[in-house]
T-cell receptor
């Protein structure tokens, strides 16, 4: 089992809809969880982080964490064509000197 | 802008030649990382540093070496480049702490012919 798994997509949603991106992880000792957005040809950009069970909202973005199920998700409300990108889930294990384990990313396409 | 500069941004070189990529930060962060990103593999950690002259291997360190003689600079060297090292290389930085994220530079696109 891969350490961090994401559906590669592409995930296609119409403009204005909710996009739901999912990520599972295998290490129960994982402590913190990050979502990065990466436009084609660009570097990853941090958009959300979460470390407590439950929801965390920031503007149109909501991160959800369920440690018992080893599951983290990112919801994007009112999706815009500018949200079209690859979304990377990253997990930090406890005591790992800051090392992140990345999923391979989910490509999101928002259709006008 | 996280204050990270990677150089060069693009490089084309031949198999067997040495290559050095530079990452320079203005944030005085303790941790620095080198990743490579390839289709189908995602981001993979090559080496990281947790202080001046303190470095350790990541997931895909074979064929790579690093050095950090100053807090602000982290160098990645391919001693004898191979075509399998053609990739996009990203540098990242972070402060200490379990909940601190990493911030990425703009990347170096390296092609080895």
């Amino acid at each position: 089992q891969k350490e961090v798994e994401q559906n590669s997509g592409p995930l296609s949603v119409p403009e204005g809809a909710i996009a739901s991106l999912n990520c599972t992880y295998s290490d129960r000792g994982s402590q913190s969880f990050f979502w990065y957005r990466q436009y084609s040809g660009k570097s990853p950009e941090l958009i959300m982080f979460i470390y407590s069970n439950g929801d965390k909202e920031d503007g149109r973005f909501t991160a959800q964490l369920n440690k018992a199920s080893q599951y983290v998700s990112l919801l994007i409300r009112d999706s815009q064509p500018s949200d079209s990108a690859t979304y990377l889930c990253a997990v930090k294990r406890g005591g790992s000197q800051g090392n992140l384990i990345f999923g391979k990313g989910t490509k999101l396409s928002v259709k006008p | 802008d996280a204050g990270i500069t990677q150089s060069p941004r693009h490089k084309v070189t031949e198999t067997g030649t040495p290559v050095t990529l530079r990452c320079h930060q203005t944030e005085n962060h303790r941790y620095m990382y080198w990743y490579r990103q390839d289709p189908g593999h995602g981001l993979r950690l090559i080496h990281y540093s947790y202080g001046v002259k303190d470095t350790d291997k990541g997931e895909v360190s074979d064929g790579y070496s690093v050095s950090r003689s100053k807090t602000e600079d982290f160098l990645l060297t391919l001693e004898s480049a191979t075509s399998s090292q053609t990739s996009v290389y990203f540098c990242a930085i972070s402060v200490d702490g379990q909940y601190q994220p990493q911030h990425f530079g703009d990347g170096t696109r390296l092609s080895i012919l």
